[in-house]
């Protein structure tokens, strides 16, 4: 009972401490989403507390972060420009157009849910996964390039000389803390990240260190600062709008665009915490509870979000397990935003932006490298395919891509593998054992094996090696039947398998004179009927 107290305290403690450390990597990201989108800091901030903590809480994988993502605000920016057209400037319509959007957005996702396609995760391939976390370690990456500008007469402009310098210096200080620190002994258990940051924050306030913060990042990007109050319903977004079809065909593209990638990436981070704590996460009830999140932000005035990979690794290498690091995370960052705005503000970019890049080391897959030369080539092209669409479009596209690449490629690989042997029985008929799968990618050397016109008058075709997958199978042995028929020759089906009989059967009664129902054969019996395989070894009989 004791240890089982120790435990539990000690989980509580990193939980909390983990969520401390991303509420403070979240005010950045953020608020740089938000300015993607072409909308107000506060919205983005807004956006990750509500997604945050609603997820945190009745989401399918504790210890998942979610938020404001760069994914959607790069789809988000176009719809919020394009509703700022239909109005005056002042109106700001977009903005509105916006909520809507996520409202509907949340109602597609909840549907994914409540028919269980969170499931289809599971079809895709690992290289589609290596190369997902490898294009999005690229753009973590190439995001974090942009803190090393600043404003000069309105436009972004690298950093240079002294500035430059400062900044390397401080986030190679920051990496440095969170490579060292895990090496002492006594600072094992101690949340890297977030001591890197105080460390950081601390040299460069007492220090008067004159270097880009959070505060001057907001401002430079035309915000008035991280202050904000508790979120409230933002009512007057129905009596803006018109409510009408013509707003429902504007804003549906758009929330069907952002559903699909929040929840392709929200299922994929689900499936790389999974791997990285060894324990299995719901992607249905993620679904769930990605789409209600969004919808409630809507209402309330946020711009939406989905999983966050970086802050989720974040969280799970500083030790949050539980659905506490995530509730810690989101209310702590209401707090900042209540209470102690001004304090954050303060915390220089730098020792973010340190956070991030050994989130970037910690996210791509190095081994990739070492298995260039080991895996087949079809799985290395989709794995480079997947990473380079990753950072050149955005994860849904790279993701869709990567698994019909790999879909046709496992179809072909497939249809070259089916064949089959041909004998003479004394009577005179001419046996065809199929050998493989029988798909719409295999029929065209199915057919190639049958000699129709120089064939004896009687011919057997036997599938107890093959599996008749799809419709298009169906249809090559129907077609060929009717050949055998048409030339006058006597043809028999034996072993096929209950579904493909069923199905013939109701295709044309001619196949209850030719499929051959009454085999004595044990092979074809316990493939067909799954339930006749003996339940224990006592049922065997030697």
């Known amino acids: 009972m004791n240890a089982f107290v120790r435990k539990r305290v000690k989980n509580i403690q990193n939980d909390v401490l983990s969520g401390i450390t991303v509420a403070l990597a979240l005010v950045p990201e953020a608020v740089a989403f938000a300015f993607v989108a072409g909308v ?17 809480i009745f989401g399918g994988r504790p210890g998942m972060i979610s938020g404001a993502t760069g994914a959607l605000a790069v789809v988000m920016v176009s719809l919020v420009s394009e509703g700022n057209a239909m109005g005056t400037p002042s109106e700001n319509l977009g903005l509105y157009y916006l909520f809507l959007t996520v409202i509907l957005m949340g109602l597609i996702q909840i549907l994914a849910g409540v028919f269980k396609l969170g499931k289809f995760v599971r079809l895709i391939p690992h290289p589609v996964m290596m190369g997902f976390v490898n294009g999005l370690a690229i753009v973590i990456f190439l995001s974090q390039l942009g803190m090393f500008k600043t404003t000069v007469g309105g436009e972004k402009v690298w950093l240079e000389g002294e500035n430059l310098y400062m900044m390397i210096g401080l986030v190679g200080l920051t990496m440095f803390i969170m490579w060292g620190l895990p090496k002492l002994k006594a600072t094992k258990k101690l949340p890297e990240a977030l001591i890197a940051i105080l460390v950081v924050a601390g040299i460069v306030i007492f220090s008067n ?31 803006k709008i018109p409510m009408n079809l013509d707003t429902f065909w504007f804003i549906l593209p758009y929330a069907g665009i952002l559903a699909a990638i929040g929840l392709i ?3 994929m981070t689900l499936n790389l915490v999974d791997d990285l704590t060894e324990t299995r996460g719901n992607s249905n009830r993620e679904c769930i509870a990605q789409g209600s999140a969004n919808v409630v932000t809507g209402f309330f005035g946020g711009m939406g979000g989905c ?17 506490l690091s995530g509730i810690t995370a989101a209310v702590m960052l209401l707090i900042f935003i209540l209470f102690a705005s001004s304090y954050i503000e303060q915390v220089p970019i730098a020792a973010l932006v340190g956070v991030m890049f050994m989130v970037v080391i910690g996210t791509f897959a190095w081994s990739s490298f070492r298995i260039m030369n080991k895996i087949p080539v079809a799985d290395l092209i989709v794995l480079i395919l997947v990473s380079g669409l990753t950072v050149i479009f955005d994860l849904a596209i790279a993701v869709i891509a990567g698994v019909i690449v790999s879909a046709l490629v496992f179809s072909w690989e497939n249809a070259r593998r089916i064949r089959a042997r041909k004998r003479i029985r004394e009577d005179g008929t001419k046996v065809y054992e199929i050998w493989g799968p029988l798909f719409f990618g295999s029929i065209s050397a199915f057919n190639e094996k049958f ?3 120089n064939d004896p008058n009687s011919v057997e075709i036997d599938f107890v090696e093959s599996r008749v997958s799809d419709h298009s199978a169906l249809e090559a042995i129907f077609v060929l039947v009717e050949k055998y028929q048409n030339a006058g020759k006597k043809i028999k089906l034996k072993h096929l398998s209950a579904d493909c009989k069923i199905l013939l059967y109701k295709a044309s009664p001619i196949f209850h004179q030719i499929i ?5 054969d044990p092979r074809y019996h316990l493939v067909a009927n799954p339930e006749k395989f003996p339940k224990s070894l006592s049922e065997y009989k030697f």
């Open 40 to 56: 107000d800091p506060l919205v983005g901030l807004y956006a990750a507390f509500m997604v945050g903590l609603i997820t945190a």
């Open 209 to 239: 260190l004159d270097v880009a913060t959070v505060g001057s990042f907001i401002r430079d990007g035309g915000g008035e600062g991280l202050k904000g109050g508790f979120p409230v319903p933002v009512l007057d977004t129905f009596s």
């Open 265 to 267: 990436e929200s299922l």
């Open 307 to 323: 999983a966050m990979i970086g802050q989720s690794i974040i969280n799970i290498k500083g030790g949050g397990r539980g659905r």
């Open 451 to 453: 000699d129709v016109k």
């Open 516 to 520: 051959e129902e009454d085999i004595d």
